[in-house]
């Protein structure tokens, strides 16, 4: 530095030039100017007492866990559990609780004790099945001889059955609900009533409701009652309904979904950061500056602009229900340029039919758009609607079936009777019927299939 020094005072090298002068309030334009490297000499920043800087609020209600107190985080073992927890230790945790069934056995949930250990933490995996309540209370008495004080829980345990409630067995309901409701109860019941944040990983199931997740959905709502029922008690706690959680937990590890789906989801599901957001903000008690959380706060329902980016998505199943008109017209763009609406949708469905060059080749139109409309109508996801079975497995009652008869006459042109609907063997079966009938269809490949 000396010699650098030397060397200018002396005059043998000088300053760069040219030397243009930014403001800081023009610090953005310096930067982008600097990174298209197209400028000569130096960029340089000069406050001044008038510049107008963007800044980012400082955060009132920071979180900053105890050092000296216990989290326990039900089911943390778990692929949601494992993110959080990590972010609960860069926060000031010490010593973190995890309860499950089967504790750290797996690869994942090593390598997370051991992460923690090197950050430091005092992590210990308890085997718990949080409904079993003989082996919750014993476990919390194992816990207060060897841990600090309890002063803050997670629920996040999660069992996925999922099933057409007319089909879903006494044990798909059970192993579903179990965790959540006695799960839930136990937590109430056995936890220090003095606890810092109870934090309920709830889901929008209950809220939107989901074709074969009753159980799932029912358990979840266990949680969100229990939040404010703890809440009129003043006791602390908060539920999280959170939608399709993008990048880690279940539905990241499990899901085996194209990846065209995945994408369509990707629009509304939520990502690590705001899961984190979201969770913070549950711990603290703080949504925004001072703004109390309420014991319950749902995300990822979508809104109707989602819906339209998503061109080839008709509508969300839960946009026919009239509850959710409000959001079916959020975000909608009006001048957007191409807006899919059913009446555009139908358009290109019965355009396609009517160029269909063979009967199997329409039948497979038919069957997409029957599952499609049998999803919607029955608030299911499209991809769990199986074409080889027939409608009827999928609980569909009188008011129904005559929707979707008159949908077939109506959209598809094609006379189908509400026998045929209940009677034919599979929606395949179904398909290939209304394939037959339809106007839309060119005759010559309509009597193929008569032939
Ligand atoms: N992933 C998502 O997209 C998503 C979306 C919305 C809401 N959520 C909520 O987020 C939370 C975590 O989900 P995740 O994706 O992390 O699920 P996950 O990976 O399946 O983890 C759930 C954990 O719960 C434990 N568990 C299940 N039953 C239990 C019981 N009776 N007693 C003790 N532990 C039990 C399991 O461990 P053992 O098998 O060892 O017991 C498992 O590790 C859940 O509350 C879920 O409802 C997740």
New binding site residues.
């Given amino acids: 530095m000396h010699a650098s020094f030397d060397l200018i005072e002396a005059g043998v090298v000088g300053l760069i030039k040219p030397t243009t002068v930014y403001t800081y309030g023009e610090m953005e334009k310096a930067f982008s100017i600097m990174e298209k490297a197209e400028h000569m000499g130096k960029l340089i920043l000069k406050s001044d007492p008038k510049d107008l800087v963007p800044a980012i609020p400082r955060n009132p209600h920071p979180l900053k866990l105890k050092e000296d107190a216990t989290y326990v985080i039900?089911?943390g073992?778990?692929?949601?559990?494992r993110f959080l927890t990590l972010r609960l230790a860069e926060h000031g945790a010490k010593n973190i609780a995890f309860?499950?069934?089967?504790g750290d056995v797996k690869p994942k949930a090593k390598a997370l004790m051991q992460e923690l250990r090197d950050m430091g933490v005092n992590a210990i995996s308890y085997i718990?099945?949080?409904?079993d309540s003989t082996v919750f209370e014993s476990t919390m008495a194992r816990i207060s001889n060897e841990m600090p004080p309890t002063k803050g829980v997670i629920?996040?345990?999660?069992?996925l059955n999922d099933e057409d409630f007319k089909t879903m067995t006494y044990e798909q309901w059970n192993n579903t609900t179990?965790?959540k409701i006695q799960?839930g109860l136990n937590m109430h019941r056995l936890m220090p009533a003095d606890l810092d944040f109870c934090v309920l990983?709830?889901?929008i199931a209950p809220i939107m409701g989901n074709g074969t997740q009753s159980n799932y959905a029912a358990g979840?709502s266990f949680l969100d009652g229990l939040a404010w029922h703890r809440r009129s008690h003043n006791l602390a706690a908060c539920a999280l309904n959170?939608?399709?959680?993008a990048g880690i937990?279940?539905?990241a590890?499990n899901v085996k979904i194209s990846d065209k789906h995945r994408a369509d989801y990707d629009l509304s599901s939520i990502h690590p950061p705001e899961v984190w957001s979201m969770i913070e903000s549950a711990i603290t008690g703080f949504q925004y500056k001072d703004i109390p959380m309420p014991p319950q706060m749902g995300t990822c329902a979508g809104s109707g602009g989602q819906a339209q980016m998503m061109k080839h998505i008709e509508t969300w199943m839960h946009y026919n229900d009239p509850k959710y008109a409000y959001m079916r017209q959020l975000d909608v763009l009006a001048t957007g340029k191409s807006p899919t609406t059913t009446a555009t949708t139908i358009a290109l469905l019965r355009k396609s039919l009517t160029q269909t060059t063979s009967l199997p080749q329409a039948a497979d139109i038919v069957e997409d758009a029957i599952a499609a409309k049998l999803s919607r109508v029955m608030f299911m996801a499209a991809e769990d609607i199986d074409t080889s079975k027939p409608v009827s497995v999928y609980g569909v009652d009188s008011l129904i079936v005559t929707e979707i008869r008159n949908w077939i006459f109506d959209v598809l042109r094609s006379a189908v009777g509400m026998a045929d609907l209940l009677n034919a063997e599979s929606i395949a079966a179904l398909a290939v019927k209304t394939a037959e009938g339809s106007l839309l269809v060119p005759e010559e490949v309509r009597r193929e299939g008569r032939e």
Wanted: proline share 0%; glycine share 20%.
């Fill in positions: 039900l089911g073992l778990g692929g949601i559990g309860f499950s069934r089967s718990c099945d949080v409904a629920h996040a345990t999660m069992v179990r965790n799960g990983m709830s889901s979840n959170f939608g399709f959680i937990g279940w539905a590890e």
